[in-house]
Nanobody
């Protein structure tokens, strides 16, 4: 059974940093892309960043480029999202997700659509105070 467990969320002041972790288990993720999404109150879930499990490719939403960094440790089955210079508008629940990179939903994954991802964690809340 695939499990994605996020941690690292919390309350931080504007300008601060947080590092989110996603511990993945239950299958081999070699052909997968692991992504981070966020959902703010009253808004749709949106793509933040993603990384291929077996390659160096990383992908970012334009809004977080240069501010957030995604990385992984295959041996530890963990993906991180380093978030710097946080702003109140970054307040949201952040979700880790996994999707088959070149599967039937590959086109959706390439577009950063949450519909392309098959597995989801429960989310970790990030609150940025002004």
């Amino acid at each position: 059974q695939v499990q994605l467990e996020e941690s690292g969320g919390g309350l931080v002041q504007a300008g601060g940093s947080l590092r989110l972790s996603c511990a993945a288990s239950g299958r081999t993720f070699r052909d997968y892309r692991l992504g981070w999404f966020r959902q703010a109150p009253g808004k749709e879930r949106e793509f933040v960043a993603a990384i291929r499990w077996s390659a160096l490719n990383t992908y970012y939403a334009d809004s977080v480029k240069g501010r957030f960094t995604i990385s992984r440790d295959n041996a530890a089955n963990t993906v991180w999202l380093q978030m710097n210079s946080l702003k109140p508008e970054h307040t949201a629940v952040y979700y880790c997700a996994a999707g088959l990179n070149y599967g039937p939903k590959g086109g959706l994954i390439a577009k950063g659509s949450p519909d392309g991802y098959d597995y989801w964690g429960q989310g970790t809340r990030v609150t940025v105070s002004s």
